[in-house]
């Protein structure tokens, strides 16, 4: 029996999947081989362990799960109140049966009366739209306006239906034009405030986010550059490094080696793969990324901290690690700071600006669950 | 294999029983559905208590746990079609709080962003943060509860792998099937064998680490 054989017969005879002749035969193995009899009853002292945990829901839980259900159903406009079902469909009969016999009785008692057939000006007014072409309220009331006061529009003439799209179309075209116009306008910021080579690739974070179409964060995402941006537009003219005083983060394989010096233990360190590209002398890539796990060694990592260090974290490590990554250039950086998970690794997501700085003076501090998972940064 | 209810019993999780006929189920869930706070209040208490077991172990905490099952019972009933048994209703709300607790999770993983760290050096921008005082000492409350073996064992279990967790709660405080815990997290039978040796592993050596 190979070793993984081995492994999958302890969790089927823990689980009950033997057959009685195979669960016999794996009791005797376990009777000859202590080993294996000792790694099967931890693995069950565990599962007892959980389920003997105790658990009672806490008091005025139905109360307060009753509440939160009423709270969350929609309200019956009044009307509904009054008008059953049954009324609306008496009504809906009476209005089809209504209009069934009114033409026969139009007929019997006399022709309707002739309706004159509306004629269209000969002239079409230069404001309206052509036929087949939707028009928003606000142009609406912008081709009505000159023409009740009798002046010229000056609107041009709008081209013809086919050639443009929809309006909503057109909203949607011109978000991504405008979400164009940022990313590109991020490159160029990028190219200004940090010069990078000329074959050097955008970096993934951008794919990523806009592979999960997070629309939603850009708004969020634009604020955090724009603080960076003229932060780093602040910082143009090169700063001598500040070296860390007393902590100092972990550095991957090392493109600016002289500027950090090998990192004190502190808890599990997750090295990120290093950058493929060259940096410019003085401008230091985000790469250094520390994971504390537990309380002592988040202690010892306050206390290293300059007296007049910012943090507002309390870690509960029951339930978290924390993963101190940097250097960043200003504050602005950790707001924009994400982390994203898979089912086998944690990913910290810098924003493009953070990727690189000309200050080692800080880093960022992010919560991440403790369940052992790797961790490292995604850019 | 072992009767589910048993060990549910005996840790004090006491799910109430009501036989119905169909035409009860079939008229409960309608009332539910046209927002009858009875109605909901009837399932919610037979489904709540190993609901709220289950979510205690995967979120580690009280009251999240609570928020978590409350929500599951809040989305998830209204939403039901038809009753079709006690094992199908308990399936179907257990697959809602997976996937409810797993959104939460990668929520969190987009909102939960902490702070700005200075190390040495100066920056002029940094004047604007008020210094947060950290405590990192645990009170006097968290050393009591330090001392109690369930608390220990929910911390082990809270830091396990969210999939791996999942499995292995649904295995060992569930006691569901291979087959009901492939349907319930929508993965295949050989990836719950896996996750569930996996975490029986980690689960043995983080109880053993804190013995």
Known sequence: MSGTEIDRAVHDYLDGRLSEEERRTFEARLEREPALARTVEAYRVAGRALRDVSVELPPGFYARTRARFEASRPKRPTWRRFVSWEATGLAAAALLLTALVLPEVLERYGPPPEVKPFEPPSTPSPTAPPEGKLVSPAEAEDSIAPAVEGEPSGLETPPAASSEPPSGKREVAAEREAFADYDSGLAERDEVTQPRTAAAPKPDLEKGRAGKGSSVEAPRRDRAVEENFARQKKQATPQPEAEPDRFRMQQSESLHESEFAPAPILGDKAAAPPRAEALPPGVIAARELVVIDDPESWTRFLQDLPADASLALRPDFATERVAVIGPAPGVGDCNSVRWSETDDRIVIEWPPTALRGTSASGGCVVAIPADGRPVEIGN | ?211
């Open chain 2, 1 to 211: 294999m072992r009767r589910a209810r048993e060990p549910l019993e005996r840790a004090g999780v006491h799910s109430p029983e009501v036989d119905r006929t169909a035409g009860e189920a079939a008229d409960l869930v309608d009332r539910i559905r046209r927002g009858d706070a009875d109605a909901f209040e009837e399932l919610a208490r037979e489904a709540a208590p190993r609901l709220y077991r289950l979510a205690v172990h995967l979120t580690g905490r009280a009251e999240e746990a609570e928020d978590l099952v409350q929500e599951t019972l809040v989305r998830a009933l209204p939403a039901l079609k038809r009753f079709e048994g006690r094992a199908k209703l308990s399936t179907y709300l257990v697959r809602a709080l997976g996937n409810q607790w797993k959104n939460r999770l990668r929520s969190r993983s987009r909102s939960k962003i902490v702070g700005w760290l200075k190390v040495g050096g100066t920056d002029g921008d940094d004047d604007s943060m008020a210094i947060d005082p950290v405590d990192p000492a645990p009170s006097a409350h968290e050393r009591m509860e330090g001392e109690d073996r369930a608390v220990r064992v929910r911390k082990a279990v809270a830091r396990l792998r969210p999939d791996r967790r999942l499995v292995l709660l649904l295995r060992e405080v569930e006691e569901r099937s291979y087959e009901e815990i492939a349907e319930m997290t929508e993965v295949p039978i050989g990836t719950v064998r896996s996750r569930l040796a996996r975490a029986r592993e980690d689960l043995r050596r983080l109880l053993g680490d804190e013995s």
